[in-house]
């Protein structure tokens, strides 16, 4: 492939799709690691713990990613917090999210599963045990730190030509929402030019980006689908379509 130059970068919050087979890894990890947290559902607490008869928070996590994972992660909070990657843009499910809720920062950690929700072990409170929680809580929307990244982050990718002969085509694949999406542009025409590449959801005109191809005729944008019915379009510098691109993109967990 042609080195690519970032011309422009999108970066749209809607909270990837895999092309690759790494990015598929990604995705397939994370939905187990969740998948594997629900099963320990109404897990009594129990300090220190990590098996099915008792755990706390951070073994939940240890308990969890070693099954899933094979990993041996910290068992206290703040090595924990340490040993995570700093996030930067959007929680994914799979991620670590951290409080202080002892005033020893950090001091209780959960699993985020999407949709502002996370499983934890719950020492105190309404319910006790392994529960599912609201970020949008204000006790934990208060006490939130940092979150961390344990599995990292592999883009999905997907090349869109630019071609004299207009092109459409829908993607039979699955596409997870809240995940990063790379999209390749590349045009099939001798010099480079303006594009104008448009976004549409379940038929509605979100927006739409004018950029100019590199000298290699490539350019790079970055797209974070939302759940829903997605349309992209290309068109050339006198607003003739050129290529589109169909595809449903799936709820996270």
Request: charged share 25%.
């Amino acid at each position: 492939m042609k080195k690519i130059s970032i011309l422009s970068l999108l970066l749209i919050f809607a909270f990837p799709f895999a092309k690759t087979q790494a990015a598929s890894n990604d995705v397939s990890l994370r939905t187990r690691i969740v998948k594997q947290a629900y099963n320990f559902l109404e897990t009594p607490y129990r300090y220190g713990g990590t098996e099915r008869t008792g755990m706390d928070c951070s073994g939940l996590v240890y308990r969890v990613f070693y099954d899933i994972a094979g990993e041996r992660l910290p068992r206290q909070v703040d090595s924990l917090y340490a040993y995570g990657k700093k996030i930067y843009g959007n929680l994914v499910p799979g991620d670590l999210v951290f409080f202080n809720t002892t005033g020893r920062v950090p001091s209780h950690v959960g699993i985020y599963i999407g949709k502002m929700r996370f499983i934890h072990a719950a020492s105190e409170g309404r319910e006790t045990g392994v529960i599912i929680s609201s970020l949008s809580e204000n006790y934990y929307k208060t006490r939130m730190l940092e979150p961390r990244r344990i599995i990292p982050l592999v883009y999905g990718e997907i090349e869109l030509k630019v071609g004299v002969g207009y092109k459409s085509r829908n993607l039979e694949r699955y596409v997870p929402s809240g995940l990063p999406l790379r999209l390749y542009i590349h045009s099939e025409y001798p010099e480079s030019q303006f594009i104008i590449i448009s976004f549409l959801r379940e038929g509605n005109f979100l927006f739409s980006r004018r950029i100019r191809l590199n000298t290699d005729n490539y350019s790079l944008l970055w797209f974070i689908p939302a759940e829903g019915n997605w349309q992209i379009s290309i068109e050339d510098q006198e607003r003739v379509i050129r290529n589109t691109l169909s595809f449903s993109a799936g709820r996270d967990q």
